[in-house]
């Protein structure tokens, strides 16, 4: 099922943010505008709390924004915050904002640095690349990314081999999308994605190790190149990330003043 003819297929840009981040947001957007290409539509949903995006974004790169209401009720054992647990949530609802065959999520605090198309993040064959590797060597990052094991097992209902999260440009495809959402409403007896997350025990949920995982284990071959252990070659430095959380010092502004700025 792969894309044969990929040139045929619509590709946007997905972010999920709020108010918080809409500093990193403006890095992310001027990013875009110089180095993406390809791409159809800059997609972005925005927390429904009486922030908006300021007005000059628009003018950087033509967006579509949504506003969207933060659930009340939290997960009782949830130990992530709910706008934190919402926004992968949200990730995963993608297709309710856009009719695209897939989107590239990014989120606030990334942005590309150097030129990237939507047939960078596939194989000669049109698959979308997904890279995993070993739970042994995700356990040497940090933050330890082996701490998302049980997590992902908990929420898929079976024991993931791979960690799934270790290369940022994550592309979500329309039909792999809906066939993992309804897997996890599914096996949870959930009504709707959020409900699912009051369906079992949760505590902490990682949305690229769960739909990674899910990629890992039902799909074909057909919409997805997986890769195993060969993460590094792939690293270029097309997308940085940094933690919207821990603010954005001197040097991380400079550097990205700097990204964005080289010819």
């Given at each position: 099922m792969y894309y044969k003819n990929?040139?045929?297929?619509?590709?946007?840009?997905?972010?999920?943010?709020?108010?918080?981040?809409?500093?990193?947001l403006e890095f992310c957007l001027r990013s875009i505008h110089k180095y993406a290409t390809g791409f159809r539509n800059i997609v972005i949903v925005s927390d429904n709390d009486g922030h908006v995006l300021p007005p000059h974004f628009a003018d950087i790169v033509p967006i579509q924004v949504y506003y969207v209401d933060v659930p009340k009720k939290n997960p009782p054992k949830l130990k992530q915050p709910i706008g934190y647990l919402w926004q992968q949530v949200l990730k995963l609802l993608w297709m309710e904002y856009t009719d695209a065959d897939a989107v590239l999520v990014l989120d606030s605090d990334e942005m590309l640095s150097c030129p990237l198309t939507p047939a960078d993040l596939r194989d000669e064959k049109g698959r979308w690349r997904w890279i995993y590797r070993s739970w042994e060597q995700a356990g040497s990052g940090f933050p330890n990314a082996k701490m998302w094991h049980k997590p992902t097992a908990d929420a898929l209902l079976f024991d993931p081999p791979y960690e799934a999260m270790c290369v940022a440009g994550f592309v979500l495809e329309r039909h792999t999308t809906h066939r993992f959402t309804e897997y996890l409403k599914r096996m949870h007896d959930a009504e709707n994605l959020w409900h699912v997350f009051f369906k079992y025990p949760i505590e902490l949920f990682s949305e690229y190790n769960a739909y990674g995982s899910f990629v890992n284990r039902f799909d074909n071959d057909d919409i997805y190149y997986k890769v195993v252990?060969?993460?590094?070659?792939?690293?270029?430095h097309t997308i940085i990330k940094s933690w919207s959380y821990g603010g954005l010092d001197a040097?991380?502004?400079?550097r990205r003043d700097d990204i964005l700025s080289s010819d």
């Open positions: 990929s040139s045929m297929t619509t590709v946007d840009i997905f972010i999920k943010t709020y108010h918080n981040d809409f500093y990193w252990n060969s993460h590094e070659r792939f690293i270029n040097a991380d502004k400079q």
